[in-house]
């Protein structure tokens, strides 16, 4: 009976043993099958006499030990990460530094192996279940009620280390600069920087992850950009912490606002933008249909290896009435590393264009502000692209920017940082190192 179950136990792992390795291969049904059952019934052949000499607990210790040994070797290697990285490629092999292509093929190795992402995920979903943790605590933290936050050492770095007094003024001088180089081609430019979640739900948060982020960044540069009314500065927090009165604006398990949050902000952004240009209507929340449904992602759920455990309620917001934006460009228009996207209104609303200089934030932002302006224009990347914007010459320039971000601020978009002639004229004495 024992030699039976032996058997029987052999040829199941054998199956899945060149099952896994055939599909490599092929995924043809006709081939799949017919090979495996021919490579496993060989392997039975070959090694069934020599199990007799093992008993049945070290016969299913040796061969289940085997068995998921190979596994990672034979089955298809990964090609996505949990993580949203960039996967290690395969080493390229020098003579000159022999020992350097084993050590990258071990990051190879770890990245790819088969079945590394279900693995990944089990292990992940046990700990979770069991002990009410991340299983990745250096990338993401657990709060109360199930809430997911960015714990990454940049990340908390970046929102919440204060400005230096010469960094703030900096900063200021930069919007400055970038206010005016628009203003004398008859473009108003305008600087969103939106919260992030810690700052709209910070009663959720795990204690030592709050302790950590009281201070923000983002609070302080706002608070000096009330002393510098030239700067059309627009601040979404307030109307994002009222709003969740009503109904959440963050994602319980993303990063991101949802759609009723970005709504709230196309209000702020757009209520600004309108007292300089009045024939902007804006939308009402009346003017949409509210629905909801219960789904399962979150790029934070997703960065500790699983999608399927938290659940939430996803809200969208749908027009009644009014014609949809034609895309100009069904595919982005890539110019280096950025990404463009272009939208039009077929009745053309405002007589107005819009560039808007974005982040993943946008993707609901853009639902309710393209239908405001005949042209919109986004641009996905943290720098004004100067060049891209002064062709297209629109009437008004949004820079949408998140909190994360704001060291690019710091920084002068390079086009307007070589116009000597332009900084000379409106900033005598401009100097930076």
């Known amino acids: 009976m024992k030699n039976a179950l032996k058997y029987l136990i052999l040829a199941a792992y054998l199956m899945a043993l060149s ?43 040796i061969y289940s030990f085997l068995f998921f040994i190979l596994i990672p070797f034979l089955g298809k290697k990964e090609s996505t990460s949990f993580e949203k990285r960039e996967l290690a490629a395969f080493p390229n092999l020098r003579l000159s530094n022999v020992w350097k292509f084993f050590y990258e093929y071990q990051d190879y190795f770890n990245d790819r192996f088969a079945f590394r992402n279900e693995a990944v995920q089990a292990i992940s979903k046990f700990r979770f279940h069991l002990f009410r943790v991340s299983p990745m605590p250096q990338i993401v933290k657990v709060g109360q009620g199930d809430w997911l936050y ?11 280390t204060p400005f230096t007094k010469a960094q703030l003024d900096s900063v200021i001088l930069n919007l400055q600069i970038v206010t005016k180089y628009f203003d004398i081609r008859n473009i108003k430019y305008y600087y969103a920087m939106l919260p992030v979640k810690e700052r709209i739900y910070p009663e959720y948060m795990p204690a030592d992850l709050r302790k950590r982020m009281t201070f923000s ?5 706002y608070a000096e950009l009330k002393n510098h009314p030239e700067i059309r500065s627009i601040d979404c927090k307030d109307v994002l912490i009222e709003g969740k009165k009503i109904r959440p604006t963050f994602y319980t398990t993303d990063t991101h606002w949802n759609e009723y949050g970005a709504f709230l902000g196309y209000r702020k952004i757009i209520e600004r933008v309108r007292q300089d240009f009045p024939q902007i209507v804006p939308f009402e929340e009346s003017d949409f249909v509210l629905d909801s449904s219960i789904t399962d992602a979150g790029d934070l759920q997703l960065l500790m290896g699983f999608r399927d455990v938290m659940r939430f309620t996803h809200y969208h917001l749908k027009r009644k009435s009014g014609p949809d934006p034609v895309i100009v460009d069904s595919t982005y228009l890539c110019v280096g590393n950025s990404r463009y996207s272009i939208r039009e209104m077929p009745h053309k609303p405002t007589g107005l264009k819009l560039f808007l200089v974005r ?27 100067v060049a891209n914007v002064v062709n297209e010459s629109p009437n008004i320039v949004i820079h949408e920017i998140l909190e994360h971000f704001v060291v690019y601020t710091k920084q002068l978009p390079p086009e307007i940082a070589g116009d000597t002639l332009f900084l000379n004229t409106y900033f005598p004495g401009f100097i930076r190192k």
């Open 19 to 61: 099952y896994v390795f055939v599909e490599r291969f092929t995924t043809n049904v006709y081939i799949l099958y017919p090979v495996g059952v021919a490579i496993s019934l060989v392997a039975f052949l070959l090694i069934k006499k020599q199990i007799h000499s093992y008993s049945f607990h070290k016969f299913f210790l």
């Open 150 to 160: 960015t714990s990454r050492e940049e990340y908390i770095f970046d929102t919440s």
């Open 217 to 221: 960044k983002r609070d302080q540069l």
């Open 359 to 385: 982040d993943s934030f946008t993707e609901y932002l853009r639902i309710f502000i393209t239908p405001n302006f005949d042209r919109t224009i986004f641009a996905w990347m943290p720098v004004v692209p």
